[in-house]
């Protein structure tokens, strides 16, 4: 096993894989179902980040994923995975995913998608190389995930407030709440407590 270098620049980290959608991949409605491009991009997320560290990782999170136009049967699916952001134990892939109709050579954009994968040693997080940003492009990425992973945690913590102040409302609360409240958090503002 060789020894892993203690940093490795983002140019490095790039990792494409290619799939053709078949009538296995169809939803009802003839199109590609949404969990076969969700698994598309867990494999691509768990390649990059498994071979930037040489270690196994593991999926911890999906940032929303916004599925932007349909994708056909018979299309050509290209996900584009980068390291964009790491932390000490965990490392946020970036996947650029776009469809390709063969017969029109028409490349479209359909899904850019940020996973946070963690590496694994012997079953707890383990440290990973750090990131080299090279290009101005790079440290905005890298700056952007710093971000991403800040708000995601306090929109943890601002949702599971919220939940609480829904549940702590008692049940002539939630009717008045259910029958005409336009915004919920205009609703347990201080001129209307719950
Ligand atoms: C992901 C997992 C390993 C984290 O374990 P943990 O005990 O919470 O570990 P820690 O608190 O030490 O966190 C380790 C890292 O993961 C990050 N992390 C933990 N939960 C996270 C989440 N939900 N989203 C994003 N990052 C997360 C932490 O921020 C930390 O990052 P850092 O080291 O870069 O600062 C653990 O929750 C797990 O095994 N989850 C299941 C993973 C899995 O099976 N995925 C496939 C689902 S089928």
Redesign the pocket.
Known sequence: MGTRPAAIPVSETKLRMAQMMTPNDANYLGKVFGGAILALIDLTASATASRFCGMTC????FDRVDFLKPVEIGELVELDGVVTY?????IEVTIQVHATDLREAQRQHVNTARV?M?A?QDGK?AQ?PRLICESREDKLRFLEGRLR?EI?AERVKEMESWYKKIEDSHDQELDRLLSSVESLRLAFTDENPA
């Open positions: 593991v999926t911890a999170s790491v932390g000490r134990t965990s946070t963690v694994l997080p990973v992973r995601r």
